[in-house]
């Protein structure tokens, strides 16, 4: 079945620092998403990307999606203490229903 | 607007006992999934239901049984409770199809001694 990898699966950074979360596919995807989950919360949808090489940004996150469609990355510049959780990349699996959930990447700030 | 709504929030169960958990989306939405999370594992599907009516399998689904009930309703049941079931399950409901963001329940904590 379909397999996304996520790396890191952890990152400390401290308060201002900037992150990076990167999702990679053995194959080409149709779109991708990407989640973020608060400790004790649930996953929230954050943003998908559909076209080869898009990039699209919300306020400090930047999202890009690979030219082969392949992979993905979120960037977050200058983080903050409102910005800890897990992000999530996830694809959708050919001819059905389902998502296919990266394994996370858990970050935390150091203030 | 509720949203999708799971109940219990926390259960605790002995080995071998038998529950079912309730999820409810109140967005018309056609598809409805649980997952599992596990520390590590990120989100496992156990079942979904692409429409009304039907039900697949997901990565998980040993050990479990869903019902569609209607449109809105989707049940996940434990017929004999296992260790290895404690998790923090997710319900989950989708307009339709992979294009579509999931929308989650605030998930129930089970843990099964």
């Known amino acids: 079945g379909q397999q996304v990898m996520q790396i890191p699966q952890y990152q400390h950074v401290q308060e201002g620092e900037d992150f990076t979360t990167y999702c990679n596919s053995s194959t080409t995807l149709s779109n991708i998403q990407w989640y973020k989950q608060r400790p004790g919360g649930h996953p929230v949808f954050l943003i998908q990307l559909v076209k080869s090489g898009e990039v699209k940004k919300q306020k400090r996150l930047t999202f890009q999606f690979g030219e082969a469609k392949k992979n993905s990355s979120l960037h977050i510049t200058a983080t903050q203490t409102t910005d800890v959780g897990t992000y999530f990349c996830?694809?959708?699996?050919?001819?059905?229903?389902?998502?296919?959930f990266g394994t996370g990447t858990r970050l935390t700030i150091i203030p | 607007n509720a949203g999708v709504t799971q109940t219990p929030k926390f259960q605790v169960l002995k080995t071998g006992q038998s529950m079912t958990l309730q999820c409810a989306q109140d967005?018309?939405?056609?598809?409805m999934y649980w997952y599992r999370q596990d520390p590590g594992m990120g989100l496992r599907l156990i079942y979904y239901?692409?429409?009304?009516?039907?039900?697949d399998k997901g990565e998980v689904p040993n050990g479990y049984n869903v019902s569609r009930l209607n449109k809105r309703e989707f049940s996940l049941r434990l017929e004999s409770a296992a260790p290895s079931q404690t998790s923090v399950y997710f319900c989950?409901?989708?307009?339709?199809?992979?294009?579509?963001?999931?929308?989650f329940g605030d998930g129930t904590r089970l843990s099964i001694l």
């Open positions: 996830a694809a959708p699996n050919f001819g059905n229903e389902k998502l296919t």
């Open positions: 989950a409901s989708t307009r339709t199809g992979g294009r579509q963001p999931q929308h």
């Open positions: 967005m018309n939405h056609n598809s």
């Open positions: 239901s692409a429409s009304e009516g039907t039900t």
